[in-house]
């Protein structure tokens, strides 16, 4: 199958994570004033992530306006701020590699992140390594498995509107208490797979195969993004298998816990080769992943021959069904979506370099206006939900939500589950009636052709 992506440009280099300069505390502060004075000198990336008002801020409130008067010490709430969305990278910098100044912001997040990790570096509140809370929510295979088990009881306490528990969440483990809180499932989207739905011999498609990569997302959290996924496919006649060997390491890439990301990248490259070999594309639920599975892991693991396979046969489930539709053709029988639909294109579906495949995807549905938002939701993983950040979370996704609100459509969707959610929570700071929100294109696909009732799941 064919794939589609920009002109080659920009580059990123293999990232020497087990290098001893990697986490050298001098080494990392002489490059950070290094990138930081040239994004002092251009400015182009203010109006993205808060990190650069942060570091415009913290040079022009100091004493000679310049950056050698800025003390180290301020560099860690910069750090801080940065979501690891890549817009700066793939979208406003123009000094990224290989142009001579060699600037890689989001990397260089990373590298300092890591550093924090290790110890060598202070993290943001003043302390040495990752805090406990932080930690804890980046194991998001043990989290889904241990509040599956109680999702009713789970999801009750950390619902919107109940003050007392999520007060108590918020003392506890600092995650805002006003902060929408992914729901769990007792059966997983790995566990329903078991039963796989009928296939249409009669598709064009009959003769291809794809194993899902579930995601700890759309497995533990929202199984109806797999099932919505698996229909449509079947439907045009492609053989799906489903696996989820463990999470794509992303909660661990944005605390630098560099070594658990690269166990989790063999891991899952190890077993998803089995498929490979047998013939299988794999696609990836939620961009995210895809973005880690694609781009990320290759970079911190360069001579992995299963990971740099795994990378090239992945696609996002959108850039497939897209290539789908324009390689056999899709299987008639889509029905328009009344009240036209608000496309949010996610900022890792963007920095996948593989253009708007969402709305692409959605655009295949007949007689349905579809709009794009192409502004970050603000949310950032985990980030998002953190009491200090939830609040600049939603101002850094307000031109977002407005944006969706203007289109005035029936439906707001974006390919990011939490950013639909982190959407939904800005646009209700907004007006009193907002759209109806769907956590992934996919399942409005499906509810067009009549397999998906349009809904998210139910715990």
């Not at 929408?180 to 003769?207: I, Y």
């Not at 439907?235 to 944005?254: D, L, R």
Request: aromatic residues 8%.
């Amino acid at each position: 199958m064919s794939k589609e992506g920009g002109l080659g440009a920009p580059t990123r280099h293999p990232i020497p994570w087990t290098e001893p300069d990697f986490l050298d505390p001098d080494k990392i502060d002489a490059e950070v004033r290094r990138v930081f004075d040239i994004c002092h000198g251009c400015r182009r990336c203010f109006n993205l992530c808060d990190s650069f008002p942060r570091l415009f801020d913290l040079i022009d409130d100091s004493p000679t306006g310049e950056l050698d008067s800025v003390p180290s010490s301020g560099f860690a709430s910069v750090v801080d701020a940065c979501t690891f969305c890549d817009m700066c990278y793939m979208s406003k910098c123009p000094y990224v590699p290989p142009h001579q100044f060699d600037l890689d912001f989001p990397h260089l997040m990373l590298r300092y992140r890591a550093a924090e990790h290790a110890g060598t570096l202070p993290s943001g509140d003043g302390g040495g390594g990752v805090g406990f809370q932080r930690k804890q929510l980046s194991k998001t295979d043990r989290n889904g498995k241990w509040a599956g088990k109680v999702a009713g009881l789970a999801n009750w306490a950390t619902a919107e509107g109940n003050f007392g528990i999520r007060n108590m969440l918020e003392d506890v483990a600092g995650i805002h208490s006003d902060a929408a809180l992914p729901k769990f499932h007792r059966e997983t989207f790995l566990d329903a797979a078991r039963t796989a739905p009928p296939l249409n011999v009669k598709a064009p498609s009959h003769n291809r195969k794809a194993v899902i990569y579930a995601t700890c997302f759309a497995n533990f959290n929202e199984p109806a993004m797999g099932a919505a996924a698996r229909a449509v496919l079947a439907h045009n006649g492609v053989v799906t298998e489903v696996a989820y060997p463990s999470c794509c390491g992303m909660p661990s890439w944005e605390q630098g816990d560099l070594e658990q990301v690269a166990k989790n990248a063999r891991k899952v490259a190890r077993e998803m080769a089995d498929w490979i070999d047998q013939g299988y594309a794999v696609i990836a639920l939620v961009p995210s992943c895809a973005l880690m599975l694609k781009s990320e892991w290759p970079l911190l693991l360069p001579k992995d021959e299963d990971v740099l396979r795994l990378s090239e046969n992945t696609y996002d489930i959108t850039e497939y069904m897209v290539a789908l539709a324009k390689e056999d053709g899709l299987v008639e029988g889509l029905e328009p979506l009344s009240g036209g639909v608000t496309l949010h294109l996610a900022c890792h579906a963007r920095a996948q370099n593989m253009g708007a495949k969402g709305a692409e995807m959605l655009r295949l549905i007949p007689d349905t206006d579809v709009t794009v938002v192409e502004r970050c939701s603000g949310h950032g993983g985990a980030w998002g939900i953190m009491k200090e950040n939830f609040e600049v979370a939603l101002k850094v996704g307000k031109p977002a939500a407005r944006q969706a609100l203007k289109a005035d459509n029936q439906w707001v969707v974006s390919e990011c589950p939490l950013a639909a959610d982190h959407l939904r929570q800005g646009m209700e700071r907004l007006a009193d009636q907002v759209p109806r929100t769907v956590p992934h294109p996919i399942i409005l696909l499906a509810q067009a052709y009549g397999l998906h009732d349009g809904e998210a799941s139910a715990p």
